[in-house]
């Protein structure tokens, strides 16, 4: 069973896509901080991250850097209610890049391939 690591803020967004992505048969741990999502990469060894940009604390393009240097191979999916992070080269470290919506159909398909692709 593939695991998934889920980094939001949003309390509402994390049990959303822990919900989502158990339906799909995957194993989800949470993490509410960059801090959180650091401590349990270790320990939980995601096959997959997804991570929102703005956090407080340990934004997610900071969270995202040290992930790569823990683990360079790690998919990871950045996910943000703001479109613009997009431009901002930073961001070009993660693995794909989806803003926020109800509906979670382009997040389950992201996730899907870059599992399978992994």
């Keep these: ?3 998934i690591l889920v980094v939001d ?3 509402s967004i994390r049990e ?7 339906e799909e048969g995957y194993e989800v741990e949470l993490a509410g901080d960059g801090l ?3 401590r349990r990469l270790d320990a939980f060894r995601p096959d997959l991250v997804t991570l929102d940009v703005k956090m407080p604390g340990i934004d997610g393009i900071e969270t995202l850097r040290r992930i790569r240097e823990k683990n360079p191979t790690v998919p990871v999916i950045l996910v943000t209610a703001f479109g613009e992070f997009k431009q901002d080269f930073n961001t070009w470290a993660s693995d794909a890049y989806i803003v926020k919506s109800h509906d979670t159909t382009e997040f389950k398909l992201t996730v899907r391939r870059l599992l399978r692709n992994g």
Excluded at 16 to 22: H, V
């Design 16 to 22: 959303l896509y822990r919900a989502e992505l158990a």
């Design 1 to 3: 069973m593939k695991r």
């Design 9 to 11: 803020d949003e309390e």
């Design 36 to 38: 959180q999502a650091l």
